[in-house]
């Protein structure tokens, strides 16, 4: 059995190389670091603390890259999740900065790993943001010129409605913001080379290894039990984001899973794939509950739409998601379905990732709202620096104020449900 076959039915799955199947924890093991999570949060980590020289053992529940990490739309955004705007009014302009910066960097970490590694993971240039409404529009001139004028951020730009027609045949032409400072790349094989350069450079990882508690010892050890093991820390990072589940409750109601769901169509003919997008970019739309697709790289549509806020997905995904991409490209109507699926992520209230520490000897960063490919991959680093003693930059990603759902775990998933709904209304309505 290879650990492929354990991960959910999508094409990413399908199409990537199976990865090496690490053992399961059995045993007691010792370390400097023990992180639990083998998604792009835990990876990065682990990568980047033994460059620093620490001893690193790392516990997944399933197999690597198995939540969202392996599941997402494969895309690799510039800045935050929030505006910057919004940024500048909870931490003031010059921390705002910090943030920008470290959202570029972000990219630039992402991609220098892919080069460092030699990461085969279909990686691409340019990000298409269309309006969904003409009155999206405008909104997204201003960001451009607001992000040259403040940022002197100069790789965006405005597309007008009859450029963005000549780019794509989506029915979104009221404009789009061009990005070419964003990348895009297939999300599982990226994570499996994150994992082939962590077990390179020396990490203990272990798989189908579901931590079960932990607590930090009288002397100055972190205890982690799974079923069948134990590790013996001197520090534990918490990398598991919307699989946290009842882990850590101190940090539980700062985020709330929700489930997202993406198709994949039969390779498109040359013509189709020009339809869809004549540059190869990856596109998203103005919506509050977000349309994202892309190219794979033998020609499939790849189209993330809808989402649920329970415990159980769709039945059919694939049946899910078919209305939101037919209403970008009712000319694709005829094209069969290959797969359908969906993962959890885990949001926060005002969409920015929540870093913090626990006590003196743990760690954690969570809550990466649809933006984790770069934000998961700098989390880790930032996370290293931070074990190592440097906590600048680890500091400014936790000074922007975290506010817990209300209700906490018992309760915030009616009270944000019925938010999402409002949003979602105002979506459908028209302008």
Sequence with gaps: MTANSQHVDSWYAASASPHKVFPALSGEVASDVCIVGGGYTGLSTAIHLRKLGFSVTLLEAERVGWGASGRNGGHVGTGQRADQEDLEQWVGLGTAKDLWRLGLDAVDLVVNLIDEFSIECELGVGNLHLAAKRRHSKGLQQEVEYLSKTYGYDQMRFVDATETAWMTTANRSHGALLDL???????????????????????????????????ES?????QVKTDSGLVKARFLVLACNGYLGNLEPRIAGNIMPINNFILATEPLSEAQQKAVCRDNFSLSDSLF???????SGDGRLLFGGGETYGAKFPKNIARFVWPHMLKIYPNLADVAVEYGW???????????????????RTFYAQ?????????????????????????????????????????????????????????????????
């Design 289 to 295: 509950v977000i349309n994202y697709w892309k190219l």
């Design 342 to 360: 969906g993962g959890t992520l885990g949001i926060t209230m005002n969409r920015m990732p929540d870093f913090g520490r626990l006590g003196r």
């Design 218 to 222: 009288k002397d100055g050890q972190v």
């Design 367 to 431: 809550g990466f709202s649809g933006h984790g490919v770069p934000t998961a991959t700098m989390a880790g680093y930032l996370l290293a620096a931070a074990i190592s003693g440097d906590t600048d930059d680890f500091s400014r990603m936790a000074s922007v104020p975290t506010r817990r759902f209300p209700g906490g775990t018992l309760l915030r998933r009616p009270g944000q449900v019925a938010g999402m709904l409002f949003y979602s209304l105002l979506d459908r309505i028209g302008g």
């Design 181 to 215: 400072g964003a990348r895009h790349l297939h999300p599982l094989k990226y994570a499996f080379g994150l994992a082939k350069a962590a077990d390179l450079l020396g990490t203990e990882i272990f798989e189908d290894s579901r931590v079960l508690s932990y607590d």
